[in-house]
């Protein structure tokens, strides 16, 4: 195992565990599965929902889409579904102008991807990866930098790191000047970037020794460069582990 590699592999292990525990309570109480309804506007089915659809065939969970392209649409879809709404999860990529109202209609339901329930799921990846790598005792009482400040992701990262790892957040976003924020990024050990993609975060900024959550694959590594830093891998972490937190959440409704 590459001492600099941050992956995801017992997190994912004991997300299938509950998961399987979840599947075996239902089975014992023969309780029917609710669907977990995806929400999204006419567009072809993305990487992320077809992952999603995959493994709640395995584990046997409904996954359900919807087409929802005005509030209007929202509403009649309210009135059809006959439970919480805590099952829903909005894929479309870029929100429309309507969907602050159904946020603040519902607002403890909808997250970046998927299932509220306290922090988003994509949020919650990032923090059982760093508890399965001891990063929550190393973070108490340390400043953590978090790249990025949407609502689905960078604000309540910040929020969750502060309120469960006691870390001290700062975070930092697209209206900085990159001469301050260059400097400001190589002076924190812990870096959780949430930075939209296609937007690059260069290794360069990096110091020796720090630790790098990369939400969405946007660290940029040279080729044939041993890193200097721990880091998430771009593929078969964040993203994987985040479908089985919908799942498990999905079960427990």
Known sequence: MDPHILGAEEALRDSIARIEAQMRMVR????TLQPLYLLGRVQPEGPFERELRRYGERYGVPVQRYTVQSVEDWYEFREEVDYDLSGVLY????RPVWWPQVLRAYPAVF??????????????SV???MRSHGLDEEVAGQGVLV????RYVGMPMAAEVCRRFDAVPTIAHSKMDPRELDPLIRGFKYVI????????????????????????GSLEIPPGVEPWFR?????GCIGPLTVHILLERALLH
Not at 91 to 94: A, E, F, K, S
Not at 147 to 150: E, Q
């Open 147 to 150: 790249l990025g400040r949407s």
């Open 111 to 124: 997250d970046v991807d998927g299932v509220t329930t306290g922090a988003p799921a994509v949020v919650e």
């Open 193 to 216: 970037s949430c930075l939209p993609h296609g937007v690059a975060l260069s290794a360069g900024h990096i110091t020796e020794g720090s630790a790098v959550m990369d939400v969405a």
């Open 127 to 129: 923090l059982r990866i």
């Open 28 to 31: 014992t109480t023969r309780r």
């Open 231 to 235: 880091y998430t891998p771009s593929t």
């Open 91 to 94: 894929t479309g990529c870029d």
